[in-house]
């Protein structure tokens, strides 16, 4: 009987854990589906509209040239998905191209070596022969798509750590707390009468001594998501960026075909003056070719319907709701196991209920949040000298991507982190601790500044306890956690 209850009293205590954290997992999981699908809808309905726009303005021109403008957006979603792209270079390559075909076209009667095409790029920088554009394009794009992308990717963080935070493993010693506080009563004839709430608290506490730890790293990571959140909103908006993408692309163009005199002529200068075509092999001109149009904005009214039926507004004005709810889930988790009628009697009523040993009042202090604060638990008795290393695992995470997040507020590009190579099968408790728990996160972040200035910065975190780790090793891994977390 007494295994009996023991098994039932860490199924309900599981339960009760989960119930709380599929919520949250729940939430965090559909926001992100949501983001991701916003964001790729966005990117298929900007090339659309540049490809039709291009089609009715550029005609035959713009198809002969339109695998520039496909690879400018394969290179963009390849990005978004986690792809290894320089966002920078990879604009500057486009305005590079572009120019090498903008300048055959503007001068028609000159044959044009490889050679000499790869001068007339150089000349990109000084000549601005496409005005103002590549340069506020490159950081706007730049700047949107790292927050976009670290921002889902930060929803996706979020999920994975509640999911394997919440596996919970009792320890034998909190199984015996657990049983004591469920069943016994049972024993004595008090099947009707519940615990009391501080004690029902303080063997929560216990039990979720580790999950309590997480707690101030998983506050920063929340604090940063809606930091970024913020940009989304205001100058690093995506929706802003991609809408009139087209637009922008062929105001460039004009300007270029506009001042293609005084391009020309200097560039004449600084490459040489190029061979002439025999007469009759004349390529088509630009004006022959109908680059002639200068693309008006869309009204208000006349805009596309918005990416996934919503705007980016709505979304971010949702999820910073929820964001902020999710704060200081894991040292609120105790508290609301407890508040549930279903586990304990609640505050209020500390006379008619189990203490542990009859049904009286409980008298007993709460104890702290997190592991340290245990050593002075009076229900349950807690190891701190050996903390759940799947946990401090996920601090890890959460740190490498409240990094991450930090850079995309000041709008530095930070290389993508696949966090789906993370283990998905373990569960916090003591079972970690005789397995081998390792991880490695390395990021590189650039600085996009209006100078194009870069400086690349790896922070390697690893945690891994071998399976024969001693006790000295794993107080010098609790000891360096220390000393990061003081660092920071």
């Known amino acids: 009987m007494e295994e009996r209850y023991s098994q039932l009293s860490k199924h309900d205590f599981r339960n009760a854990v989960v119930e709380l954290s599929n919520h949250l997992q729940t939430m965090f999981s559909s926001r992100y589906k949501k983001f991701d699908e916003f964001f790729k809808e966005l990117l298929e309905n900007a090339e659309k509209s540049l490809n039709d726009m291009f089609v009715r303005t550029y005609g035959r021109l713009y198809m002969q040239n339109s695998e520039l403008f496909k690879d400018l957006f394969v290179e963009l979603k390849r990005y978004y998905v986690g792809g290894n792209v320089n966002l920078e270079e990879m604009l500057n390559d486009f305005w590079a191209r572009l120019l090498e075909r903008m300048f055959r076209l503007v001068n028609p009667q000159y044959h044009f070596t490889d050679e000499y095409l790869e001068c007339v790029s150089k000349y990109t920088e000084q000549l601005k022969p496409f005005g103002d554009v590549p340069r506020k394009l490159k950081l706007q794009v730049t700047r949107a798509f790292v927050a976009a992308r670290t921002f889902a990717q930060g929803l996706a963080v979020a999920r994975d750590v509640v999911s394997k935070v919440s596996a919970v493993n009792p320890t034998p010693q909190g199984t015996q707390a657990l049983l004591k506080m469920m069943y016994c009563p049972h024993c004595r004839g008090l099947i009707s009468v519940k615990p009391c709430y501080n004690y029902c608290f303080n063997v929560m506490r216990g039990c979720l001594a580790n999950q309590g730890d997480l707690d101030a790293e998983w506050n920063i990571f929340m604090g940063s998501m809606l930091l970024v959140a913020e940009r989304l909103e205001g100058p690093f908006n995506i929706e802003s960026v991609m809408d009139p993408i087209d637009v922008k692309i062929s105001d460039a163009i004009m300007n270029m075909q506009e001042n293609s005199m005084q391009v020309s002529q200097k560039v004449f200068q600084g490459c040489g003056q190029p061979k002439t075509l025999a007469q009759g092999r004349t390529a088509r001109s630009v004006s022959e070719g109908g680059f002639s149009a200068r693309f008006r904005p869309y009204n208000p009214e006349e805009r596309p319907t918005t990416a996934a039926?919503?705007?980016?507004?709505?979304?971010?004005?949702?999820?910073?709701?929820?964001?902020?709810?999710?704060?200081?889930?894991?040292?609120?988790?105790?508290?609301?196991?407890?508040?549930?009628?279903?586990?304990?009697?609640?505050?209020?009523?500390?006379?008619?209920?189990?203490?542990?040993?009859?049904?009286?009042?409980?008298?007993?202090?709460?104890?702290?949040?997190?592991?340290?604060?245990?050593?002075?638990?009076?229900?349950?008795?807690?190891?701190?000298?050996?903390?759940?290393?799947?946990?401090?695992?996920?601090?890890?995470?959460?740190?490498?991507?409240?990094?991450?997040?930090?850079?995309?507020?000041?709008?530095?590009?930070?290389?993508?982190?696949?966090?789906?190579?993370?283990?998905?099968?373990?569960?916090?408790?003591?079972?970690?601790?005789?397995?081998?728990?390792?991880?490695?996160?390395?990021?590189?972040?650039?600085?996009?500044?209006?100078?194009?200035?870069?400086?690349?910065?790896?922070?390697?975190?690893?945690?891994?306890?071998?399976?024969?780790?001693?006790?000295?090793?794993?107080?010098?891994?609790?000891?360096?956690?220390?000393?990061?977390?003081?660092?920071?």
């Open 309 to 488: 039926g919503t705007s980016l507004d709505r979304l971010v004005t949702d999820v910073k709701e929820k964001l902020k709810q999710a704060k200081k889930f894991w040292s609120s988790l105790p508290g609301n196991i407890c508040s549930d009628e279903k586990i304990s009697v609640g505050m209020g009523n500390e006379n008619e209920c189990w203490n542990g040993s009859a049904k009286s009042r409980y008298d007993f202090a709460v104890t702290g949040n997190g592991l340290a604060s245990q050593v002075n638990n009076p229900e349950v008795e807690v190891d701190i000298t050996k903390p759940d290393m799947v946990i401090r695992r996920q601090i890890m995470v959460l740190r490498v991507m409240t990094n991450k997040l930090k850079n995309a507020y000041s709008g530095n590009d930070v290389d993508f982190i696949d966090v789906s190579e993370e283990s998905s099968g373990e569960e916090s408790g003591s079972g970690c601790e005789f397995q081998q728990c390792s991880t490695e996160f390395e990021f590189n972040a650039t600085e996009v500044t209006g100078n194009s200035n870069k400086s690349d910065k790896k922070v390697n975190t690893s945690a891994a306890p071998s399976s024969g780790l001693s006790q000295a090793a794993l107080f010098l891994s609790i000891l360096v956690l220390a000393m990061q977390r003081q660092w920071r």
